[in-house]
T-cell receptor, first 114, second 110 residues
Framework: GGIITQTPKFLIGQEGQKLTLKCQQN?????MYWYRQDSGKGLRLIYY???????QKGDLSEGYDASREKKSSFSLTVTSAQKNEMAVFLC?????????????FGSGTRLTVL | GEQVEQRPPHLSVREGDSAVITCTYT??????FFWYKQEPGASLQLLMK?????EINEGQGFTVLLNKKDKRLSLNLTAAHPGDSAAYFC?????????FGKGTSLTVIP
C-alpha cells in the first residue's frame, strides 16, 4: 500500500502571512487534490492536478496558489492568511481522473491564523 | 452544480443499537457514491464505494442503501460499537468532481 504525507501537521501563522503546505504521495497516482475542511461544512475543493505541472482550480481557489512540482508532490500556498480560513487542509490522490476512482487522503494540516 | 445534504450532523447511540446516516443529492446524473470514515486526528478512510446499478451493498457491520428515485444514499450501522465513533462523510460524483456532505459526527456510548 501507499501513504500520503502532509507537512506540517499543525501550522500557525500571522494574518497576512504567506504560508505553504506540502503533500507527498507514494502511490504513483496521477491526480492529486487539495481540500479544505471546515467544521460543519464538509470538504471543499481548492485545487487539483491531473499530472506533473498541471493545475486545475476548484470551487475555493481564490486566495490560494498550488504547485505540482513532480508527480509525487503537490503543494498549496495560502497567499495571505486570514483569520476566517482557519481549517484543516486535506491532500488526496487518485490513480486517474475517472470519477469512479477512490480518493486516498492524508491526515491533514491544521491551520491556525493569529 | 450538485448539492449534497447529509443528516444528521451529530448522532449519539448506545452500543448495540443501529445508527443511520442519510445523504440526499440533486443531480440525477450522479452515478458513483462513496462513504468515508474519519477517526479523530486521522485521514478519511473509504468505507464503501457504490455504483448506481446496485441498491443494497453490505459491508462488515454496515449496509449502504441507494434509492436513485428519491436520490438518497444511506449508511446503516447495525449493532454499533465504540470503535464506530467517528465522523462519516458521503461523497457523490458524476463526471469528475466529488461533492461531499458536511459530515456526521457519530458517538457510540458503551
Amino acid at each position: 500500500g501507499g501513504i500520503i504525507t502532509q507537512t506540517p501537521k499543525f501550522l500557525i501563522g500571522q494574518e497576512g502571512q504567506k504560508l505553504t503546505l506540502k503533500c507527498q504521495q507514494n502511490f504513483n497516482h496521477d491526480t492529486m487534490y487539495w481540500y479544505r475542511q471546515d467544521s460543519g461544512k464538509g470538504l471543499r475543493l481548492i485545487y487539483y492536478s491531473i499530472t506533473e505541472n498541471d493545475l486545475q482550480k476548484g470551487d475555493l481557489s481564490e486566495g490560494y496558489d498550488a504547485s505540482r512540482e513532480k508527480k509525487s508532490s503537490f503543494s498549496l500556498t495560502v497567499t495571505s492568511a486570514q483569520k476566517n480560513e482557519m481549517a484543516v487542509f486535506l491532500c488526496a490522490s487518485s490513480p486517474g481522473t475517472d470519477s469512479a476512482e477512490t480518493l486516498y487522503f492524508g491526515s491533514g494540516t491544521r491551520l491556525t491564523v493569529l | 452544480g450538485e448539492q449534497v445534504e447529509q443528516r444528521p450532523p451529530h448522532l449519539s447511540v448506545r452500543e448495540g443499537d443501529s445508527a443511520v446516516i442519510t445523504c440526499t443529492y440533486t443531480d440525477p446524473n450522479s452515478y458513483y457514491f462513496f462513504w468515508y470514515k474519519q477517526e479523530p486526528g486521522a485521514s478519511l478512510q473509504l468505507l464503501m464505494k457504490v455504483f448506481s446499478s446496485t441498491e443494497i451493498n453490505e459491508g462488515q457491520g454496515f449496509t449502504v442503501l441507494l434509492n436513485k428515485k428519491d436520490k438518497r444514499l444511506s449508511l446503516n450501522l447495525t449493532a454499533a460499537h465504540p470503535g464506530d465513533s467517528a465522523a462519516y462523510f458521503c461523497a457523490v460524483t458524476g463526471y469528475q468532481n466529488f461533492y461531499f456532505g458536511k459530515g456526521t459526527s457519530l458517538t457510540v456510548i458503551p
